[in-house]
């Protein structure tokens, strides 16, 4: 059974927005003029509060008010499905289902990019290219963990930018109910004192 990825993996251009918003102080209002520095564009939905220059979206959609103090963002750049014998039921009906609709996400966006033959490999190689690709801005990663508890190791990389940090991880996607797994990057502030969190911790803070 084929288990689809769709994904646009974090090019120059975000990357570079997403370093500078990692090394700002989050004071009340800075990651407002940042987003309109970058050119993000409000979303105005319910769930992201922007639209970049490059098919992503920037959550939660309360992120970047020129008011409040923030106290995270996250940015998803890959969703992965394995599908169930149901998923198989409808396909031989001819019916669509979940592989489907997961085709169409994001398809008016520029960049996504579907499979529909990938694997769990697939999901996890779209991540370490985009860990690949903030090592070549941040040097390598402080911390590479697993969280090994649920039925699938997911993947986790952090760097820290001064008192904030940059993660790249994967866990589940909250918006679709729990349905897909993601990729996505996560961007906070971290004392520089804290320590990494564990694997499984990692998966709790990057929920979306």
């Known amino acids: 059974m084929t288990m689809p990825v769709n994904s ?3 090019g120059p251009e975000l990357i570079g927005h997403i370093v500078d918003l990692a090394r700002l102080e989050w004071t009340p209002g800075a990651t407002a003029a940042a987003a309109k520095r970058f050119g993000w564009v409000p979303d105005g939905s319910r769930t992201s509060s922007y639209a970049t ?3 992503h979206y920037v959550l939660p959609e309360w992120f970047g008010g020129p008011d409040d103090a923030d106290t995270e963002c996250m940015i998803p750049f ?4 394995e599908p169930d014998d149901f998923d198989a039921e409808l396909q031989a009906d001819g019916l669509s289902g979940n592989v489907d609709w997961l085709a169409e996400y994001h398809s008016g966006d520029p960049g996504w990019v579907f499979d529909r033959e990938a694997d769990r490999s697939g999901f996890d190689g779209r991540w370490r290219a985009a860990v690949d690709a903030f090592s070549e ?4 990663p402080e911390t ?3 969280d090994e508890k649920g039925d699938h190791p997911w993947n986790y990389a952090a760097w820290r930018c001064g008192g904030n940090a940059v ?3 994967q866990c589940v996607d909250n918006g679709s109910y729990m349905t897909f797994e993601q990729a996505l ?3 906070g502030p971290h004392p520089v004192d804290e320590p990494f969190p564990t694997g499984e911790q990692f998966a709790l803070r990057l929920e979306c």
């Not at 801005?137 to 390598?140: A, D, K, Q, S």
């Open 8 to 10: 646009c993996v974090p």
């Open 53 to 55: 220059n490059t098919g």
């Open 78 to 81: 890959c969703y992965y499905y």
């Open 137 to 140: 801005r941040l040097g390598e």
């Open 144 to 146: 590479v963990v697993r």
């Open 167 to 169: 993660v790249v991880g």
């Open 185 to 187: 990057i996560w961007v």
